[in-house]
């Protein structure tokens, strides 16, 4: 498997190419590029399955790499490298491309590239990019990319209902696609939704939308019926705050 490094700082790439050399076996080739445009050059010449690219360049971003390749030739997975702030890092998340914080750890990269080779042959890397660019331009968030058997489906935050945790898997049920199993687990939701009001976790087991709730009963110690029937039972510890919510919507 060939992977690419693109990075204007020589330092920076000659570190990354050592930390992929010494922890991930299945890349038996690294090639480097000091911009944007060499690296779109080496990806049309050599087909690498992996591209480690800077966001920070001069002259082009390396966000504005599918400018310059043809839809054909999108056939790579992306690991953006990045010093970048905590709101950046949420739009990468929701979008479903995955990054290296600088100055990067040996275990970001196993996890990186390891996670990179499960998306290979689905990357459905233009949507995902274009998606990311989006959230990067607008503070806003509208959409998350749920990774599935099939790829990824981009769902708009108010499609969806409830999320419930399976495992080390989430069920996400949503209006207009159905259940979707994702292949990340529960967590992972309640932390990059929690500034997107209205995911409220009622249970440790549940991440509801407040605004599909269709009703409320007392009975059995209080639980929650949402708009496609499912039940969620209430944390004794949530009761109260979840009860002012509810009133206040």
Known sequence: MKALIVD?????RQVLHV???????????IFEASDLLSGVELIKKEAPSIVFLDIEMPEHSG???????????????????TA??????????????????????????KEAVDKAIT?????????????????????NFKKIGLPNADGIKFVNFNDIIMLSADGM????????????????????????LQNINTFYRPHRSHLINLSYIKEYIKKDGGYI?????KTVSISNDKKEAFLTIVQNI
């Open 8 to 12: 204007d700082e020589k330092k920076a």
């Open 119 to 139: 998306f290979l042959g689905s990357t459905q890397i233009n949507k995902r990019l274009s998606e990311l660019k989006e959230s990067l331009q607008n503070s």
């Open 63 to 81: 966000l504005e790499i599918l400018n310059f390749i043809e839809k054909e030739v999108h056939n790579f997975e992306i690991i953006f490298t």
């Open 19 to 29: 930390l992929v050399e010494e922890n991930c076996p299945k890349v038996t080739e």
């Open 169 to 192: 898997y989430t069920n996400v049920s949503t209006i207009n696609d159905g259940a979707i199993l994702v292949s990340k687990p529960l967590k992972f939701f309640v932390e990059i």
């Open 225 to 229: 019926v949402m708009e496609n029937d």
């Open 84 to 109: 970048y702030s905590e709101y950046a890092i949420q739009a990468f998340q929701l979008s479903a491309i995955d990054y290296l914080l600088k100055p990067v750890r040996p275990s970001q990269v």
